[in-house]
């Protein structure tokens, strides 16, 4: 992490995804969180709106049909809680599913251009589920692109129901 964004209040520190709602995943899916989560927390922007700075510890979950962002402090005191309706998300979460799960296929068993066009796609979709996010978020918390994209992935991650 770089000492600017370490020093930064505005800052995710640690976080949690409710594991009581989700499924065991594949070791693919693992890889894809257990990455997510320590890059986010390595070098992110997160600053709720009117908060006077954390750092933060995110707790991310899925009630009644919405994205919780249940936002403590490093020491585990409630900070404030954002929920979003997960309707925009639907399409594109879907789609992202279905072409990883090509990707995955591929990288067993296609041609490497093959798998660098899925890729391609894949992360195109990737990058069209973050600035959905960061739309979403906008006036409630401010995310730059790359803390929007990891947390992207883990919303992906919450969605997985077996």
Do not use: W
Request: charged residues 30%; aromatic residues 8%; contains cysteine.
């Amino acid at each position: 992490m770089s000492e600017a964004a370490s020093s930064s209040p505005f800052r995710i520190e640690s976080v949690h995804l409710d594991e009581e709602t989700m499924v065991r995943r594949s070791p693919d899916i693992e890889h894809e969180r257990n990455v997510a989560i320590f890059d986010l927390v390595e070098e992110n922007h997160f600053h709720p709106e009117g908060s006077d700075g954390g750092p933060y510890s995110l707790h991310l979950s899925i009630r009644d049909n919405r994205l919780v962002f249940d936002i403590r402090l490093a020491d585990e005191k409630p900070h404030g809680a954002i929920m979003l309706s997960l309707t925009p998300f639907r399409r594109i979460v879907k789609d992202y599913f279905l072409i990883c799960e090509s990707y995955f296929k591929a990288i067993k068993t296609s041609a490497p251009s093959q798998i660098e066009a899925i890729d391609m796609g894949r992360r195109g979709l990737h990058n069209e589920g973050s600035e959905i996010l960061k739309a979403r978020l906008e006036g409630k918390i401010d995310v730059d692109f790359d803390t929007a994209r990891r947390l992207f992935t883990l919303i992906c991650v919450l969605h997985i129901k077996g």
